[in-house]
């Protein structure tokens, strides 16, 4: 069974710093691009970075570009989201996603974990 | 950046009635549009890439179309389990991948 597990959430000051986990099971976790998502509080999905299976290629939505670096470790089965300069509004509930491929393009498939809460206030 | 337009905000349908969600995309997006069901509390699920072709398991009820622009998922007879937020995502062109801003089906 296909298990995504995301960790590291919580709240933290204006300009800290945070690093999420993503524990992947039940799948070959090497073979797959992997996606953040977020969701602010009532609001919807925001489609965050996402990476390709060796951590070789990596993209990022332009607003937190620069604040936040995907990565993963094959080895551990897990996926990371460094984020720092955190600003109230990267309050929201982060996804980890398992990606779909197809005509040229990885995006959020069947597979999430259940998110973290990121809470950024003072 | 590609933007998504769903529409309406909200829908209000009785149960086993027909539900038809739309989704506008700012420049072509050619045929690269998911569909995703959000429950509350939930992740989203995906239903529909490609416009029009079903996630493994996703019944039949739940059907896309469109291309281009213009797309619409239709839920052919709503069942209690299907009042949800539903999203679009274009993957045409990307970074970045863009949702619309979602449509949430309630019961009437």
């Known amino acids: 069974e296909v298990q995504l597990v995301e960790s590291g959430g919580g709240l933290v000051q204006p300009g800290g710093s945070l690093r999420l986990s993503c524990a992947a099971s039940?799948?070959?976790?090497?073979?797959?691009?992997m996606s953040w998502v977020r969701q602010a509080p009532g609001k919807g999905l925001e489609w965050v970075a996402n990476?390709?299976?060796?951590?070789?290629?990596?993209y990022y939505v332009d607003s937190i570009k620069g604040r936040i670096t995907i990565s993963r470790d094959n080895a551990k089965n897990s996926l990371y989201l460094q984020m720092n300069s955190l600003r109230a509004d990267d309050t929201a509930v982060y996804y980890c996603?398992?990606?779909?491929?197809?005509?040229?393009?990885?995006?959020?498939?069947?597979?999430w974990g259940q998110g973290t809460l990121v809470t950024v206030s003072s | 950046e590609i933007v998504m337009t769903q529409s309406p905000a909200t829908l209000s349908v009785s149960p086993g009635e027909r539900a038809t969600l739309s989704c506008r995309a700012s420049?072509?997006?050619?045929?690269?549009l998911a569909w995703y069901q959000q429950k509350p509390g939930q992740a989203p699920r995906l239903l529909i890439y490609?416009?029009?072709t079903r996630a493994t398991g996703i019944p039949a009820r739940f059907s896309g179309r469109g291309s281009g622009t213009e797309f619409t998922l239709t839920i052919s007879s709503l069942q209690s389990e299907d009042f949800a937020v539903y999203y679009c995502?274009?993957?045409?062109?990307?970074?970045?991948?863009?949702f619309g801003g979602g449509t949430k089906v309630e019961i009437k």
């Open positions: 996603a398992r990606d779909y491929c197809t005509n040229g393009a990885c995006f959020p498939g069947s597979y």
């Open positions: 039940g799948f070959t976790f090497s073979s797959y691009w």
């Open positions: 990476i390709n299976q060796d951590g070789s290629d990596k």
């Open positions: 420049q072509s997006v050619r045929s690269n």
């Open positions: 490609g416009a029009s």
């Open positions: 995502q274009q993957y045409n062109n990307w970074p970045p991948l863009t």
